[in-house]
T-cell receptor, first 113, second 113 residues
Framework: KAGVTQTPRYLIKTRGQQVTLSCSPISGHRSVSWYQQTPGQGLQFLFEYFSETQRNKGNFPGRFSGRQFSNSRSEMNVSTLELGDSALYLCASAGTGGNTEAFFGQGTRLTVV | SQKIEQNSEALNIQEGKTATLTCNYTNYSPAYLQWYRQDPGRGPVFLLL?????KEKRKERLKVTFDTTLKQSLFHITASQPADSATYLCALPYMDSSYKLIFGSGTRLLVRP
C-alpha cells in the first residue's frame, strides 16, 4: 500500500508569512503525528491527531497548529514565520494498538528567509 | 524530564565488522523502545521494536538488546555493508502516550568498503 505522502517537498517563505503543510497517511491509519527536525534540536514532537482530534501536543508555541480531516489527512500550519522555523517537517502515521511503529513521510523542507 | 542519549560522534567501521550503537535513557521506564534508520534528506524508517519484557530481538543482520536495569539499548549490525551507512535513531514513547515519541539525536554510521 502507498506510504505517507507529504506535500510540498520544499518551501521557501519569508519571515512573518504563514505556511500550510499537508500529509496523507497510510490508508487505514487514523493517527497522524508531526515532528520538526533541525540539526541542533533533532527530531521534536509537535502534535498528534486521531479521528480529527488533537490527542497529544509537544512544547511548541501557539504559532504551530494543525488539524485532521475525516479522511485522516492532516495539515499543519505555522503562522508568523521566524528564521528559526527553518527545518525538515516530518509527518508520521500509525495504526492502532499503541506500541506500534511510526511510518514517516519524506518530509517538507521549509526554509524561512 | 525524559531524556535519551546517543553517541553524537560518528561510528566509522570496516565493511564486514559488527557495528554497535548505544542508546541510554533516564527518568523513565518505557514499555518499549524503537530503532529507526534515517538517510540524508529523508524521513526515518522503522527497523525494530523491543518491549520491556524482551531482552533481545533479531531481524536479519540486526540485533537489539534492552536492559531496563541499566536503562540502555544496544543496536548491532553484523556483517556491516557500505549500504548500512546512515544515521540510526532510537525512540521511546512519552510517559503519557504511546503515540508521542521522543527521539535520540542519532548516531551516524559510516561503513568503509
Amino acid at each position: 500500500k502507498a506510504g505517507v505522502t507529504q506535500t510540498p517537498r520544499y518551501l521557501i517563505k519569508t519571515r512573518g508569512q504563514q505556511v500550510t503543510l499537508s500529509c496523507s497517511p497510510i490508508s487505514g491509519h487514523r493517527s497522524v503525528s508531526w515532528y520538526q527536525q533541525t540539526p541542533g534540536q533533532g527530531l521534536q514532537f509537535l502534535f498528534e491527531y486521531f479521528s480529527e482530534t488533537q490527542r497529544n501536543k509537544g512544547n511548541f508555541p501557539g504559532r504551530f497548529s494543525g488539524r485532521q480531516f475525516s479522511n485522516s489527512r492532516s495539515e499543519m500550519n505555522v503562522s508568523t514565520l521566524e528564521l528559526g522555523d527553518s527545518a525538515l517537517y516530518l509527518c508520521a502515521s500509525a495504526g492502532t494498538g499503541g506500541n506500534t511503529e511510526a511510518f514517516f513521510g519524506q518530509g517538507t523542507r521549509l526554509t524561512v528567509v | 524530564s525524559q531524556k535519551i542519549e546517543q553517541n553524537s560522534e560518528a561510528l566509522n567501521i570496516q565493511e564486514g565488522k559488527t557495528a554497535t550503537l548505544t542508546c541510554n535513557y533516564t527518568n523513565y521506564s518505557p514499555a518499549y523502545l524503537q530503532w529507526y534508520r534515517q538517510d540524508p534528506g529523508r524521513g526515518p524508517v522503522f527497523l525494530l521494536l523491543i518491549r520491556e519484557n524482551e531482552k533481545e530481538k533479531r531481524k536479519e543482520r540486526l540485533k537489539v538488546t534492552f536492559d531496563t536495569t541499566l536503562k540502555q539499548s544496544l543496536f548491532h549490525i553484523t556483517a556491516s555493508q557500505p549500504a548500512d551507512s546512515a544515521t540510526y535513531l532510537c525512540a521511546l514513547p512519552y510517559m503519557d502516550s504511546s503515540y508521542k515519541l521522543i527521539f535520540g539525536s542519532g548516531t551516524r554510521l559510516l561503513v568503509r568498503p
